[in-house]
């Protein structure tokens, strides 16, 4: 399978300061553009260091953008909003959980600061654990890989899994064969990114 290269997507507003301008972020947001290969996972993110958008905003850049990928338009991508502001995180975290889109929040833009990102949206005790095991295998998994991870049997593995499809958290990869489907977390492309920097240091290291 093709991959993206590289998997993760850095973006910043037009503006710095305070965000006012509807129209500018609705452009901003359509200037986006999908995935070369919509079936490798890719992390859009939305980097708002810095930046204080209204309500507004936020709505027609992030929330609008969360909606066509839950519409499919993006392929296997998951967004990141990468903020500080207390505010900020507060109101992706309202719209995403009244609409439960697939929206997560980092303090940071950094590989690993995206592979901790947290979902906007309130969660679960279960959906929590069933994402945390299938980043901590690596950030895909079968049912059966999650069954026998984390002691379920295979249906109730299958209904985890399949829910989280539904919310936009995970993306849903039909596989040939016995084996199963296999379910991918957005937030693995951060550790393609992480593993592309590390490639490129030690490249780097190597020629002086």
Sequence with gaps: MA?????????RP????????????GLWRRSFASPTSPE????????LTGVQPLVGVIEASVNELAREMRAGRFGEAAIVVATQDPSVQRH??????????????????TAVSLMQ????????????????????MGGSARASELAQALKLRSTAAINRLNGLVA???????????????????GRSAAILYGEAQIAAALETATSQ
Excluded: C
């Excluded at 992706?92 to 833009?109: F, K, R």
């Design 117 to 136: 990102a947290w979902p906007a949206a309130p969660l679960s005790k279960t959906d929590s654990e069933t994402l945390d095991a299938i980043m901590d």
């Design 92 to 109: 992706v975290q309202l719209i995403a959980a009244a609409e439960n889109l697939p929206i997560y929040l980092s303090g940071s833009t």
């Design 40 to 47: 490798s996972p890719m992390i859009y993110l939305l980097d």
């Design 14 to 25: 037009p503006t710095g300061g305070v965000w006012f301008n509807v129209r500018d972020a």
């Design 167 to 185: 919310k936009g958290l995970l993306h849903r990869q039909p596989q040939s064969g016995r084996k199963g489907d296999l379910y991918v977390d």
């Design 3 to 11: 991959m993206n290269d590289p998997p993760v997507k850095s973006l």
